[in-house]
């Protein structure tokens, strides 16, 4: 945060700012404190409706890196919330008679009446006026140069004003109480029961000698089944008290105002009115799952303060709050999202193994991953990786047990075809076949990153007639030329590397007659066109050709092409055959109801929707050798309003297994040309993974996947089978070739002429992986558990 420079208080350090604070919650005391310490002039009053002593939940809890942050700010109100807290370094999940216990985690808790009443003291010894007992209008105080609106979750300012502020509240359907005990725990402990209702999940950590906080979450059918609806405070803690009773032993569950509610995910477009400002609660929520919102509030209150230091004036500083700010508060509000999303479906998982299913817990929200927990836990992670080899050996592989691989470096079968490992290189136009024939650009191209040793190879959407392809570039296999320039790739693939082959074939629909990438993606050709035709006659951009849509004789032509091209595939050897229904190509655009509006049997209902897709799939199928294995590509949301949704998803690939689908190949989006896809890192790995867990198909997840960490991660916790890779494989031919270095998966194949870049780079990244893994934990603070640094109570 560095050198302050003197914004407003060099503007005028005689003028004394007078700012009303409405709400003494832990962002509004806060914040008090940081400016009146700073601006001892400012005429700063902080309005509470309730009294000084109330307050409501039980502790708070906050990281080491957060605590770090406090120190630098207030060390006097650091150093007393330091005194009163209980640390501990564990995270501990207990599921179906199992612990698992992950260390380095650096917590510590308090309770929230201590941590207030700290803040509160504080407040007063600098000047800050406080005035209880007293329900304030944040319209009032006009007078004022600033009002802060730290009212919290409830904020009467907000509601008044939502349309201003852009005010959206996402109510999730998971119910929750807060609650404590007398029990102590020497961790962070996550426990999970299953019971004749449903599950139950108690989320639970210690704040002082004797106290830890029990947050119960269930979903609203078991909340419903176990009849908490009807029951009151004292009911509702007795029946916690007896789902967890094991644990609890004889401490009693305690309440106070221990309602269950839903979770409301509030956002606001804008943060700013006039010379009012939302801080904390008030502005954005994060879920409990995540840590508490106290921390968030507390932030808040510092990334303010050092907005009103920085800038002169307070609409400036307003406007520089929020601009500075936001992105760091929506980052954690994704991974509050993420995170409680688990939660809301925990019963996907709860047939996992224990330990799998703990790291699943574990890495839920994206920050801690497969390696972080190598580093942190390395018992833990080596039972991962020793129970994945069992399910593998369970699928009838030989694979060692006492030093297994890494996940990715597991082999799989489908059908027949064994796959040697589960890194993939996802299909890839490369809009540089000749009249649909693929050159020596795709041998090199193909040979190239075969030989870099992913266990899966797709190529490129290869179509089935000269009207179904995308671009004048795409490669087609409806011609003999085709077919011969195809088998030679595939037969140097199948010398030269251990890596499976297949063949993606589609046909683009209203996507089709567009220019190369390059060129101007998904625009209509200027000229040298052809016809196109879709489910129904909707153009992918208001300037894109009309399509015509389809009749039942087009139907017949379009699966006979498929069919024709499938035997092609056979003859050429592919060793797997891939259905593209992705990406409001010709099949897809019968599955979006944004782009099948028909009112025959093919539209409709999802049901018929699905119809030509499986009639396609099912001709095909019976045309593809029975050992082989199929697979279809989807896009699992369409990302817009109306558009396909991920329990459509589900749904769609339920119907593709019922048909003989081997694999779904989720991917998402580029359906329709209004799409608002939200990415980030493994953007579309929820989806695999609810199609996974849901409808009980193997799953291959793409997208923003860059490292081997990540692919590791994604299998062990169960999300998908096998993990692809586009734009990374474009990058870097090897990449799995040095990710077998990097985890010493020397089984990988490699062809001789290569051996000795393969020798050296095994050699080498041994010595690389221990100096990087060296570094990692000699530059790991140490967490405040680990230093001992002084607690008041010893919470173990
Ligand atoms: C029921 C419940 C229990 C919780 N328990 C915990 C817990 O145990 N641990 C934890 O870490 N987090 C807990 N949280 C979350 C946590 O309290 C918040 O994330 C955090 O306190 C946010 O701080 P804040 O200052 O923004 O708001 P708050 O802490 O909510 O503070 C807002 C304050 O404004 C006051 N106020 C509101 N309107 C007015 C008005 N018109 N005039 C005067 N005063 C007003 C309120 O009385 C309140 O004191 C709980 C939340 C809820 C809803
Ligand atoms: C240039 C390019 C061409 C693509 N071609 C195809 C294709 O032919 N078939 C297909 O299903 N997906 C295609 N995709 C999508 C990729 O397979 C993949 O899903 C996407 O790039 C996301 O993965 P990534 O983040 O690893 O790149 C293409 C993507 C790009 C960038």
Redesign the pocket.
């Known amino acids: 945060m560095g050198e302050f420079t003197d914004g407003i208080a060099g503007r005028d350090a005689r003028a004394a700012l007078r700012i009303a604070v409405?709400?003494?919650?832990?962002?509004?005391l806060y914040l008090a404190i940081l400016v009146k310490k700073r601006f001892p002039d400012a005429v700063i009053t902080v309005?509470?409706?309730?009294r000084p002593d109330d307050t409501?939940?039980?502790?708070?809890?906050f990281s080491d890196a957060t605590l770090d942050i406090f120190e630098r700010y207030d060390a006097e109100s650091y150093a007393r919330i330091t005194q009163e807290f209980a640390y501990w370094d564990d995270i501990a999940i207990h599921v179906k008679g199992e612990v698992h216990r992950i260390g380095g985690n650096g917590f510590c808790g308090c309770a929230?009446s201590t941590l207030l009443t700290i803040l509160q003291e504080r407040a007063r010894s600098l000047g800050v006026a406080m005035v209880f007992q007293?329900?304030?209008d944040a319209e009032a105080f006009d007078d004022h140069d600033l009002v802060v609106v730290?009212?919290?979750?409830n904020s009467?300012y907000r509601q008044r004003h939502a349309e201003h502020f852009g005010t959206t509240v996402d109510l999730r359907p998971n119910r929750f109480a807060?609650m404590g005990s007398t029990r102590p725990l020497d961790a962070f402990t996550f426990l999970f029961r299953e019971t004749e209702w449903g599950p139950f999940i108690a989320h639970a950590y210690q704040y002082e000698r004797d106290r830890s906080?029990w947050v119960f979450e269930t979903d609203p059918d078991t909340f419903e089944r176990a009849g908490l609806a009807q029951l009151d405070e004292a009911g509702s803690a007795a029946l916690m008290k007896r789902i967890f009773a094991d644990f609890l032993g004889d401490h009693p569950v305690l309440t106070n105002?221990s309602i269950w509610r839903q979770f409301p995910m509030i956002r606001n477009a804008r943060w700013v009115r006039g010379n009012r400002v939302l801080?904390?609660?008030?502005k954005a929520t994060a879920h409990?799952s995540i840590g508490?919102?106290?921390k968030l509030?507390m932030e808040d209150a510092i990334a303010l303060y050092e907005a009103l230091v920085t800038e002169a004036e307070v609409p400036a500083a307003l406007a520089q709050f929020e601009r500075g700010r936001r992105e760091e508060v929506e980052k954690t509000q994704h991974a509050a999202d993420v995170s409680l999303v688990w939660f809301e479906h925990v019963a996907r998982y709860l047939d996992f193994e224990p330990v799998q299913f703990a790291f699943g817990a574990m890495t839920r929200a994206k920050a801690i991953t497969y390696d972080n927990l190598r580093l942190r836990a390395p018992d833990f992670v080596a039972r991962m990786d020793r129970v994945f080899a069992e399910g593998v050996r369970r699928a009838g592989f030989d694979v060692s047990l006492d030093r297994p691989a890494a996940p990715m470096f597991q082999p799989l079968r489908l059908r027949e075809m064994v796959v040697p490992n589960r890194v993939a290189m996802s299909p890839m136009c490369m809009y540089s076949a000749q009249e649909g024939v693929p050159g020596d650009w795709h041998l090199v191209h193909y040979g190239a990153r075969a030989i870099g040793g992913p266990g899966l190879m797709f190529t490129e959407m290869t179509c089935v007639s000269r009207d179904a392809r995308i671009t004048p570039g795409c490669a087609g296999l409806y011609t003999d030329a085709q077919e011969m320039a195809w088998t030679r790739i595939v037969d140097f693939v199948h010398a030269n590397s251990g890596t499976k082959f297949c063949l993606q074939l589609g046909h683009a629909g209203r996507k089709g007659a567009t220019k190369l990438m390059w060129e101007g993606i998904d625009r209509p050709l200027a000229e040298g066109g052809w016809e196109v035709m879709s489910a129904s006659p909707l153009p992918y951009y208001p300037d894109s050709t009309v399509p015509r849509a389809m009749d039942r004789a087009d139907m017949a032509a379009v699966t006979a092409d498929f069919v024709a091209a499938t035997e092609r595939a056979a003859r050429a050897g592919f060793d797997m055959l891939e259905l593209h229904c992705a990406h409001g190509y010709l099949l897809a655009s019968f599955l979006s109801p944004l782009t099948n509006r028909r009112t025959d049997a093919y539209g409709g209902s999802l049901e018929n929707r699905l119809r030509f897709p499986l009639e396609v799939f099912a001709a095909m199928r019976a045309a593809w050798p029975p050992h082989k294995p199929m697979s279809v590509r989807v896009s699992a949301t369409d990302w817009a309003e109306g558009g396909l949704t991920p329990e459509d998803s589900v749904a769609i690939a339920g119907a593709f297994r019922e048909a003989g689908v081997d694999l779904v190949d989720v991917s998402t989006g580029q359906t329709v040309s209004a799409a608002r896809p939200l990415y980030g890192r493994m953007f579309q790995t929820p989806f695999a993974e609810r199609i996974r867990n849901e409808a009980g198909t193997a799953t291959m997840c793409v997208g923003n996947i860059t490292t081997p960490d990540q692919i590791n991660t994604i299998l062990a916790a169960g999300r998908a089978d096998i993990v692809a890779l586009g734009r990374p494989h474009l990058a870097d031919p090897g990449f799995t070739l040095r990710a077998a270095a990097w985890y010493g998966a020397d089984g990988i194949h490699c062809p001789p002429q290569y051996a000795p870049g393969k020798d050296q780079i095994f050699r080498n990244s041994v010595r690389e992986r221990a100096d990087f893994e060296d570094l990692k934990l000699r530059g790991r603070p140490k967490t405040r558990a680990e230093l001992r640094l002084p607690a008041a109570q010893d919470a173990s």
């Open positions: 409405v709400g003494a919650g832990p962002a509004g309005y509470e409706r309730n409501f939940g039980f502790g708070v809890v929230r007293t329900e304030a730290a009212d919290g979750i009467a807060w906080t105002r801080l904390g609660d008030a409990f508490s919102g106290t509030a």
